[in-house]
């Protein structure tokens, strides 16, 4: 009943408040500064629904991306996120409505449904890409996880079975209760390396013995030359990690190793320079920000919702993930968004 509550408020009732002016008024007065600036974060754009079957908030219909972006070339001041990270941290001025764009992982949808979209509305934007696997293909572990939790028959899973002994004893996978046991499984396996992580996602294969994946659930990611193509087009490469696991489960030096090659990778994909981070999953560690300065990258985005006011923490950017409804749900969500600068 939540859900559908959510749901109610995101497609009815947001539109028609939206047409009423109920949120420009806060809008603005959140966004009209010129020392303030709202980060949006995208990871995927599609046409089918099929394509997120758990709706775990990660994706966005293709004909709201572009209402999105229509509203966006309107209303605001979109700005190469480097470009305006800069302006915060030297105190200079922005433009008033200041708003980046940028989309996490690096799947193939954002070469083939998200980029034509944003050079039609002449957009810039950062696109964060995982290196690791990046040749051969690999799905990322949790598009695994989903796929099998979505094509599987079984009724239910006993997490032992799959290397998970911490969770219940067994998870329903009925209808209703999949999706609430899909993100009870991927918190866990984010509490794991990657070697645990690929020996429960091969027990989970035996276990639920899943069936055909369709085209829609395979979340294919991009290839090296299809990441030096959005490079060639004009966008901003920045290094999200090699393999998209939460940092405090590495050591200062494995974390360095790992910035170091998944940089390096990029820089010579895209040959050009890679000094933006984004935080896999938002998670961070005690060692991450200084390793980030040290080793020269510019400024880090992480998953914290807030509007970025001057004077900026450099490496504690923060984002608003954008919603899979119409433009008047998403300005619902910036007007409770809190204001945050390097005090906070």
Known sequence: MLDIGKQIIKQIV?????????????VESLLGSTNRLLVLMYHR??????SDPFALGMCVRQKYFEEQLAWLAANTQVLPLNVAVQRLLDNEPLPPHAVAITFDDGLLDNLTCAAPLLEKYRLPATFYIITGGL???????????????ATTNAQSLDPRAVGLPELPHEL??????????????????????????????EQMRKVLRPGPIPPALRAPRMNVQQVQEMARRGFQIGAHTSRHIDPKLFNREQLRADLLASRRQLQDICQQPVDS??????????????????????????TRRGINQAPAARFAIARVGMPDTPVGDFKRAIRNLTIIDATH
């Open 277 to 302: 981070f984004a935080y896999p999953g938002g998670r961070s560690s005690v060692w991450m920000p200084d390793l980030l300065d040290t080793l020269g990258f510019h400024h880090a985005v992480d």
């Open 172 to 201: 329903s996978l009925h209808r209703h209760a999949r999706r609430a046991s899909c993100i009870t499984i991927l918190n866990a396996l984010w509490e794991r390396n990657p070697t645990a992580i690929a020996q429960c996602l």
């Open 45 to 50: 754009v599609i046409d089918d629904l099929a």
């Open 14 to 26: 947001s539109p028609l408040a939206d047409r009423a002016g109920v949120y420009d008024h806060k």
């Open 135 to 149: 040749e051969e293909g690999t799905p990322m572990w949790w598009d695994q996880a989903i796929a099998m939790l």
